[in-house]
């Protein structure tokens, strides 16, 4: 058992080294490990049943995933995520630039719903400001990623997060409430040390490219708060209980609608915009860099990594590779707080080796459920300690590929 775990921890380890796509590491896992059980006396058709039936658990997850590459390539076109930055500049000159910064990236993750994409947009503005502001960039990228991440944590059109729900059998109504509980605490205590780092950096601050980027945007774009209501809308409804692929439907065609109406788009501009993403056409090349997301295509090798992930994990649980492996750690769990502290470590851990959030969720997911049942302990407190562990932990490790793409599109240096 232990040398199909390494082999799968090799070749996913190896993707993030050679910089290939993690769908060639749970491919070559999964051929390697089917090999194996069949030389073991698996039959082929057992294994593909398995495999199948994990896949398929999974579906409506799938769509949601496609819908939201679609979603945020809507709203830049509509104005939405235009509308976001031009009134977060407003408040990165009116406050403390770091604070403000951190505030304002935590609220566009949510609405955007994608941590790297809030990175690659609003992030790469405010590291660009900030740095001709002459605050240090480790500074500048502490904020931008400490309130990104807040997406893949609690936003309904995350697909970090639907993972999770799916996963662990809850909904977005039970997993935001107990999110709130680690949240908030969060929340406060980062911006209470972001406002004494701001405020070394206080004096002296030119805002004319900040104002530069807005006129850009208001030339390019109808700028409108309205548009905010938008987003607002989809996290309402979801947290009220309406089944998160109904409220980002609901998003995706007001986005439609403003894209076609009020912006002026084409059909054919929007479908294009739809299946091959989003890139913006204003006069100012910094807008145009930022103004990018991929549509459907961007997501397909998402949404493989994710059937690649869960297509393991069924295979290595349908043959007793999981239970071999956590059986005994599992079954001497007498009580919610042993159940919440392995979930922690069992999660975090996956996530450290496997270089990617994907299997740190999954194989949880499908490992602790019937515990948390059995022990009558709230899904929500299962999603939230997923969240708070195997999803969170991912950019601060260098080699996880989330750091890799962050210092990518920053532009930093990774330690090693």
């Not at 913006?280 to 992930?309: C, D, F, K, P, Y």
């Not at 043959?319 to 492996?325: A, E, L």
């Not at 979930?343 to 019937?370: F, W, Y």
Request: hydrophobic content about 55%.
């Amino acid at each position: 058992m232990y040398v199909i775990l390494s082999i799968s921890a090799a070749a996913i380890a190896g993707c993030v080294l050679l910089s290939l796509s993690l769908v060639y590491g749970f491919s070559i896992s999964i051929i390697v490990s089917m090999l194996i059980f069949m030389h073991r006396g698996f039959r082929l058709r057992e294994l593909s049943s398995m495999i199948i039936s994990g896949v398929l658990e999974y579906r409506v997850l799938y769509v949601l995933i496609l819908m939201i590459g679609v979603t945020v390539s809507v709203w830049m076109g509509s104005g939405v995520v235009p509308s976001m930055i031009y009134y977060g500049f407003e408040y990165l000159k009116e406050m403390n630039f770091i604070l403000a910064a951190f505030l304002i990236v935590s609220i566009s993750s949510v609405f955007m719903g994608t941590a790297v994409g809030t990175i690659s947009t609003v992030g790469i503005a405010i590291l660009g400001i900030g740095r001709g502001l002459g605050i240090p960039t480790a500074v500048l990228l502490g904020a931008i990623v400490s309130g990104a991440f807040i997406a893949d944590k609690i936003s309904p059109i995350s697909g970090l997060l639907n993972l999770s729900l799916n996963a662990t059998g809850t909904d977005y109504k039970q997993a935001f409430g107990s999110m709130l509980k680690t949240l908030i605490p969060s929340l406060l205590i980062s911006s209470i040390i972001y406002y004494f780092l701001g405020t070394q950096y206080i004096a002296g601050i030119d805002m004319t490219r900040i104002s530069e980027l807005q006129a850009g945007m208001k030339e390019a774009f109808f700028i409108s708060p309205y548009l905010l209501l938008m987003p607002l809308i989809i996290v309402v409804i979801s947290s009220f209980g309406v089944q998160t692929i109904y409220s980002i439907l609901a998003g995706l065609s007001g986005g439609v609608i403003i894209s076609l109406t009020l912006q002026g788009m084409s059909m054919g501009e929007m479908l294009k915009a739809v299946f091959f993403g989003y890139k913006a056409a204003t006069a100012s090349t910094m807008l145009n860099q930022l103004l990018i997301s991929g549509g459907v295509l961007s997501m397909v090798e998402v949404l493989m990594i994710v059937i690649g992930a869960i297509a393991l994990s069924s295979l290595l649980e349908g043959t007793g590779i999981i239970n071999g492996v956590t059986g005994s750690i599992v079954a001497s769990i007498r009580n919610k707080g042993e159940l919440i502290i392995n979930t922690g470590l069992i999660s975090g851990a996956l996530t450290m080796l496997t270089c990617d959030q994907t299997m740190g969720i999954v194989l949880p997911g499908r490992l602790l459920r019937d515990k948390y049942e059995e022990l009558n302990v709230d899904r929500g407190i299962f999603a939230r300690t997923i969240s708070d562990t195997g999803t969170i932990i991912a950019p601060l490790m260098p080699w996880n590929i989330n750091s890799l793409i962050i210092a990518m599109i920053m532009g930093a240096s990774i330690p090693f």
